[in-house]
């Protein structure tokens, strides 16, 4: 298989692109390496396109092994001609080449294999000639009869000529291929309930159809989940005469006495094995599209997540809350070190509030705390309500942010939180890691299962391998698009840089412990493990601010050093003047002198040449400052405040495919559906909105029993009562 022409369809690029892609993975280089530092070889695609190719690749060469393989076997078999030579070499799936392979595969006793063992072959074969003018097939049958072989009448042995005719039926490539197509296009998916008399959450499925080719993936993986759990009984459906004219097609040879034993042996073939067959399949590449689409939304919510701007250079106090054992108090430093921990239990009587109030006002007073981060798990209501009235009782200059504590739990148990933090029980690893995600979300989330971070739809229902590899690849082109700082990261967050394995962060960590902080990139080469490959694939990504040189604080990597030092110089500058706002002239000298005469000059593409002037402009910088702040509080709302047409803003906190659920301060998230999202028609909410937005909204109904608060985006959508807040 040509894999270039094939990726250069698929992906709209050019051959050149492809090949040089193509070339870079096999040579080990890692996709952020290839995304931000080859980009003249690839013409600049970004690191979610090139794991597109990558992934893509690697299907293609799985279908051209498998392809060699059946071709292989077929040949063992004694059965391969130029015809099925030239037909594997068409086959575009691994489904087209096992109907391919389907004749040949070797089989589990079927009725048909019975049938040839009994003899029966020819008389199959002769039936299925269907010549004109000959005998019947009943008469022809009674040749067979052999008692001894199991073969009784003439009616035994025409049966088992008919098995094999539909088995025979059954394995045709084309006609499998030609009904696959028209369940897709025209089947209709069909759903009910198991038990009509009980209740459950799929009660909307209980007397549903849908035409295949028009059902959306929450639903197919919602009906999956109701049928596992024996709620749903699942079935396809598709016009039988559409389809039995295809088998036909293939089957029935003109007029001929065999013609109507045929027919019956292609209605067997449909209606036992083939139909079944197709079902499976269908309902299988519904599940599978509707999975990747759901693995899609959540590693784009996931993304968004991780690049939530940090909540820089201020103390930070955590509150994990809860009833029986009290809410946990953490308080850390701006770089995220534990100053201070205390129980307060602001849920009990009178008294244990008001010592509550001292505690926290008091640790608040002590370390100058300028941010709270609340969880929003068990009595998180509570909490939050406790703390703006201690923020009002201070006087203000105290602000707080509901996080999401999904994951902390499984943090604070995990053998990792326990390396960190031997000292502290894991309700107070919990109220460390709740402030440290406010202060720094991608270094605190990278330490957890992203599946456990909840910003997804049906992900425990996913293919884990799948799955993995795809939140896996957000999480390390996160890590790497904002850089790491190599004398303050985790061994977790060291750990999704390009290049450095789980082993090699820990290396890098325990260099650092024991001969102190790194002084210099180069440096790194002194770790143990850490060879020059993956010195190539991880230095860009990591930072040293504490260098001499000003460059290792950047994002320009080590080769490219020289051509920084000699761009400097063309442009009258020197590597004292690497600081913010010192360059301000720079990329007005670059436009001067021209981008590809300078670029030619120092020896880089154009590409890295804009790369390295923006770096020089602003050393340390971080694209996440780039992005709106989250959304502080100071006071609170409750449920029964919300009023229809109450206009409000709010941070999205989930993007699914029916809507977003968007955070308005009232501890229950309410749902904006995708038809109140905007005024023009879209294919999914992620077009136009994504985790972390802040978005004006205004509330269309509330039920508070149900605790469901149904928002819009759309002002004219509003009640006409509305009454701001």
């Not at 088995?167 to 696959?180: F, P, V």
Request: glycine share 8%; with cysteine.
């Amino acid at each position: 298989m040509d894999f270039t022409s094939a990726l250069c369809e698929q992906f709209s690029l050019q051959a050149w692109q492809v090949d040089h892609v193509i070339q870079l993975l096999d040579e080990g280089n890692t996709i952020p390496f290839i995304a931000r530092y080859r980009k003249e070889a690839h013409g600049a695609l970004d690191d979610q396109l090139l794991r597109e190719i990558s992934e893509r690749l690697d299907y293609l060469r799985g279908l051209e092994k498998r392809r060699e393989e059946v071709r292989a076997l077929i040949d063992t078999a004694g059965a391969l001609t130029e015809e099925l030579s030239s037909a594997l070499d068409r086959a575009a799936t691994l489904a087209e080449l096992e109907d391919l392979y389907r004749p040949y595969r070797p089989k589990r006793k079927t009725r048909a294999s019975v049938a040839r063992e009994k003899g029966l072959q020819p008389l199959a074969d002769a039936i299925f000639a269907q010549e004109c003018g000959g005998e019947y097939p009943i008469d022809m049958a009674e040749r067979f009869v052999d008692p001894e072989k199991g073969v009784d009448t003439p009616e035994d042995a025409l049966q088992g000529a008919q098995d094999i005719i539909a088995e025979y039926l059954s394995d045709d490539a084309g006609i499998r291929k030609r009904l696959r197509v028209i369940a897709m296009s025209q089947g209709i998916l069909e759903t009910k309930a198991a038990n009509p008399d009980e209740d459950s959450v799929y009660a909307q499925y209980y007397e549903f159809q849908e035409p295949v080719a028009r059902i959306a993936g929450h639903r197919v993986l919602a009906i999956d989940r109701g049928e596992r759990e024996g709620f749903l009984k699942v079935s396809l459906s598709l016009a039988i005469d559409k389809a039995m004219n295809i088998v036909h097609s293939v089957a029935l040879k003109g007029n001929s006495p065999c013609e109507e034993a045929v027919r019956e042996a292609a209605a067997d073939a449909y209606t036992r094995l083939i139909f079944p067959s197709i079902e499976r399949e269908v309902r299988a590449a519904l599940t599978e599209t509707a999975a990747e689409q759901a693995i899609k939304v959540f590693s784009v919510n996931l993304r968004h997540l991780l690049m939530q701007p940090p909540v820089k250079g201020r103390v930070a106090m955590g509150l994990d809350p809860g009833y029986r054992t009290g809410c946990k108090v953490a308080v850390v430093d701006a770089t995220g070190r534990v100053l201070d921990t205390a129980v307060v239990y602001p849920t009990h009587s009178q008294a244990k509030v008001e010592e509550a109030k001292k505690t926290v006002s008091a640790l608040i007073r002590k370390h100058g705390v300028r941010v709270i981060a609340i969880g929003n798990g068990t009595a998180s209501k509570e909490t939050e309500l406790f703390t703006a009235g201690v923020i009002q009782e201070l006087g203000g200059g105290v602000s707080y942010m509901v996080v999401s504590e999904a994951g902390a739990s499984v943090y604070s148990a995990s053998k990792l939180a326990a390396e960190e933090f031997p000292e502290y029980d894991l309700t107070l690893r919990s109220a460390v890691s709740i402030a440290r995600r406010l202060q720094d979300p991608l270094a605190e989330l990278v330490k957890i299962d992203p599946k456990a971070i909840g910003v997804g739809q049906y992900q425990h229902d996913m293919p884990k391998k799948r799955l993995d590899e795809a939140l896996g690849g957000v999480v390390e082109d996160c890590v790497n698009t904002v850089g790491v700082d190599l004398n303050t990261a985790s061994p977790s967050l060291l750990s999704h840089v390009a290049g450095v394995s789980a082993a090699v962060s820990k290396n890098i960590v325990a260099y650092r412990e024991e001969n102190g902080a790194f002084t210099s990139r180069s440096e790194l080469k002194k770790v143990a493990k850490l060879g020059p490959k993956a010195f190539e694939q991880c230095a860009g990504f990591l930072r040293v601010a504490e260098s001499k040189n000003p460059l290792d604080n950047t994002a320009v990597h080590p080769e490219s050093y020289p051509a920084a030092k000699k761009l400097l110089e063309l442009c009258g500058f020197s590597a004292k003047d690497i600081a913010p706002g010192k360059l301000a002239g720079l990329q007005e000298k670059v436009a001067q002198a021209g981008e590809e005469e300078t670029a030619a000059q120092i020896g880089v593409g154009v590409p890295t040449l804009r790369d390295i002037v923006t770096e020089l402009q602003r050393p340390g910088r971080d694209p996440r400052d780039e992005l709106p702040a989250p959304l502080l509080r100071t006071d609170v709302l409750d449920m029964k405040d919300l009023k229809p047409g109450m206009e409000l803003n709010g941070t999205v906190r989930n993007v699914i495919d029916f809507g977003a659920f968007v955070d308005i301060g009232v501890h229950q998230d309410g749902l904006v559906h995708i038809s109140q999202i905007c005024d023009k028609y879209i294919k999914h909410p992620g077009e136009v909105l994504k985790v972390g937005d802040i978005v004006r909204v205004w509330v269309l109904s509330v039920d508070v029993e149900k605790k469901r608060i149904a928002l819009t985006m759309r002002k004219d959508k509003a009640p006409s009562t509305a009454s701001g807040a």
